[in-house]
């Protein structure tokens, strides 16, 4: 994916670089997963047109964007096809505490080629890459051999950039790539850090940071879903394949069944799901009430706030599962009430419905009668109607329905864009 884009750049006469990483990009078994790219300011502005015009091109589709600074992008990229995921860590400039440590100038005028792909100066590139795996604390063994060889590549201009940037620890960080010795980085990590220069932020920076955080408020780019299904349909493996897999969010979340959090949040096992009788009507209609609290407060507390934080939010089992299998919930209640209060409780995104002919379940988990599980399955399958509740045939093996599951949910991203 990432060749086609670079190509598709290049026909448009939209001068790029990639900043590091670009040798991996041409791995056999490389994925593709993250590719660090900058533009100019100007092209920086309108790069979401750009790439929405090459994925309707090329037949991808847009599933995620973070807005993470003024001047950098996550923009992640999904091939229905292939089932590929390309993200795009996009930037208008090279800075760190609002300090720009290379001009836009500097950099386009002085950029460099590999196969074909445009790349930093071996200067620019040590600076950067060497700041960036600082900030994070990753500088390991393997980078930092990396560094040096781009150092001895243009002796000069490194010792130039180094001396100019960092202009009390220059002497330690040249020291440690002629002598060969990382320990004297690692050891000097935090002088090192706050020997970078520090720029001041402007009045239209700052207005423009706000505004961005603003809009990530009233736009979240977490998601929820919701897995229903009878014991046996395969809830907990389809989740943790789907967890596995590469995702376009930050985090993830797991609920069961109510958007609270327990002591470990987990799924307990149960054996005998309808082991006790039914609540009478009285009893169950203020069970309903008590769900109507607990949904709508929990997902004011603990959903909303993490959809900001770009997570994706799985919910095992939801309060449809009392619809279908009212005895596991002991509600003795009238269907339609249950029915009625379900408008007034909130909703995930998407739900996947797993279910299957009722006799390969059977065989999986025999915890209910055959003649319940089937009237199971007949009301879980009556939720279905292929705009927020999706019926997966889980008689397939656990990797295609993981990306039947993931399909769908990337479509549903793509509609934000």
């Not at 091939?79 to 760190?96: A, F, R, V």
């Not at 239209?204 to 349909?233: C, H």
Request: hydrophobic share 35%.
């Amino acid at each position: 994916m990432i060749h086609t884009f670079l190509k598709y750049l290049k026909n448009n006469n939209l001068d790029y670089v990639i900043t590091n990483g670009y040798r991996e990009l041409f791995d056999a078994d490389s994925s593709e997963n993250d590719v660090d790219i900058l533009f100019k300011r100007k092209d920086f502005l309108t790069i979401e047109k750009v790439i929405k015009a090459f994925c309707k091109k090329e037949n991808f589709k847009i599933v995620q964007i973070y807005h993470q600074e003024v001047y950098a992008k996550n923009i992640f990229l999904y091939c229905p096809t292939t089932h590929q995921m390309l993200n795009l860590d996009i930037y208008g400039k090279l800075h760190k505490n609002n300090y720009e440590y290379f001009s836009e100038d500097v950099i386009f005028s002085s950029k460099r080629t590999f196969k074909d792909i445009s790349v930093l100066a071996f200067h620019q590139e040590l600076f950067h890459y060497f700041l960036k795996k600082m900030s994070k604390g990753d500088l390991t063994d393997n980078v930092f051999y990396y560094l040096k060889d781009l150092y001895f590549h243009d002796k000069e201009k490194c010792l130039e950039v180094l001396s100019n940037q960092l202009k009390k620890t220059n002497k330690q960080v040249i020291n440690a790539f002629e002598n060969d010795n990382i320990q004297a980085i690692l050891k000097n990590r935090e002088n090192i850090l706050s020997d970078v220069k520090k720029g001041n932020t402007t009045l239209s920076y700052w207005l423009k940071d706000k505004f961005r955080i603003v809009k990530r408020i009233f736009k979240p780019t977490g998601i929820s879903i919701a897995f229903l299904g009878p014991d046996g349909s395969g809830k907990t493996t389809v989740i943790n394949g789907l967890t596995s897999s590469n995702l376009p969010f930050r985090k993830t979340d797991y609920f069961h069944l109510k958007p609270i959090y327990t002591k470990n949040n987990t799924n307990e096992v149960t054996n005998n799901p309808h082991e006790f009788k039914p609540y009478n009507k009285l009893k169950s209609y203020v069970k309903l009430l008590f769900f109507f609290y607990q949904y709508n407060l929990g997902w004011i507390q603990n959903i909303i706030p993490l959809k900001i934080k770009s997570s994706l939010i799985i919910f095992d089992r939801y309060f449809d599962d009392l619809i279908a299998d009212n005895k596991r919930y002991r509600y003795g209640g009238q269907n339609y009430m249950a029915k009625f209060f379900r408008f007034f409780i909130k909703k995930p995104s998407l739900y996947f419905v797993l279910v299957t002919d009722a006799k390969t379940i059977y065989k999986r988990k025999q915890e209910v009668a055959f003649t319940e599980l089937e009237n199971q399955i007949y009301k879980y399958k009556s939720l279905v109607d292929n705009q927020r509740y999706f019926e997966i045939d889980v008689n397939e093996s656990p990797n295609i329905i993981v990306k039947n599951v993931s399909r769908i949910l990337m479509n549903k991203m793509n509609e934000r864009y």
